[in-house]
């Protein structure tokens, strides 16, 4: 059974940083694309950024600058370093991976990011 599980968030003031991570277990094909989503009450859920398989990003215009996606490969891990964090950032953030082979999609359980002061 394919996990996803994250980490990393929690309650920051603005202007902080954190790190979240997304650890992918029990699949059985090599994972493509990896991103993060987030979603605040009441809003849609949006594609906050996203990596290829070789590194390929795209950021939502509001992060860019902001946050970085990186994935290590070996450890079928993908991360978000998000800096200069605003209280527009608050949200629950979900991590996706793609199996492409099998036309797969897998989430996260979600992680809470609280930026208020």
């Known amino acids: 059974q394919v996990q996803l599980v994250e980490s990393g968030g929690g309650w920051v003031q603005p202007g902080g940083s954190l790190r979240l991570s997304c650890a992918v277990s029990?699949?059985?094909?090599?994972?493509?694309?990896m991103g993060w989503y987030r979603q605040a009450p009441g809003k849609q859920r949006e594609l906050v950024a996203s990596?290829?398989?070789?590194?390929?990003?795209n950021y939502a215009d509001s992060v860019k600058g902001r946050f970085t996606i990186s994935r290590d490969n070996a450890k079928n891990t993908v991360y978000l370093q998000m800096n200069s964090l605003k209280p527009d950032d608050t949200a629950v953030y979900y991590c996706?991976?793609?199996?492409?082979?099998?036309?797969?999609?897998?989430w996260g359980q979600g992680t809470q990011v609280t930026v208020s002061s």
């Open positions: 029990g699949s059985r094909f090599s994972v493509d694309d």
């Open positions: 990596i290829t398989s070789v590194g390929i990003t």
């Open positions: 996706n991976i793609r199996v492409e082979i099998i036309l797969r999609n897998y």
